[in-house]
């Protein structure tokens, strides 16, 4: 009976010492890929902080419309910037019957609060910045939002409005 007690306190500890290397390779790899994960959520701010900020410049040489909208030098297309008084800012020269259809698209951004959106989704990327299907599930959000802000535009457009608009886009 000795010896059965002997061989089975032998057994749990080379178990026990198993069990110790196998639990400290795992802190190990939760570690690095802790410091990973974590680089890279430091590493998605930075960037969107730095493209924030190179927006934001150019935003601050922005004139007033009218109301809450803001025509501005250097941006490619209009859009919506701002979290509790969002603003429309559009390209300078922008011809009148554009600008009705931007403005109309632009407007159920705001009333859709597509900008919150978009913010709880960096919040979201930023967290699983490392999984793809996150990735392409924020650009099909992106394009349906736009579809779906085209569609309003549409809705009772004329075919000749809607060829126009088509040509604006």
Partial sequence: ISENKIVNVENTGASNEKQVKTTATNLIFVNVFG???????VSYWIWNV???LRVKKKMNEAVRFRDNIFECEGIG?????????PKI????HTGEEELAFILKHER????RKDYLTNYLSCILLSVYWFHPLVWLSYKSMIKDMEMSCDEYVLQDASAKERARYSEVL
Wanted: charged share 0%; aromatic share 26%; glycine share 8%.
């Fill in 35 to 41: 410091i990973v994960w974590l680089a890279g959520m």
């Fill in 50 to 52: 730095m493209a924030f």
């Fill in 77 to 85: 297309s209009a859009f919506v910037m701002g979290m509790f008084q």
């Fill in 89 to 92: 800012y559009i390209p300078f």
């Fill in 108 to 111: 159920y951004h705001i009333v």
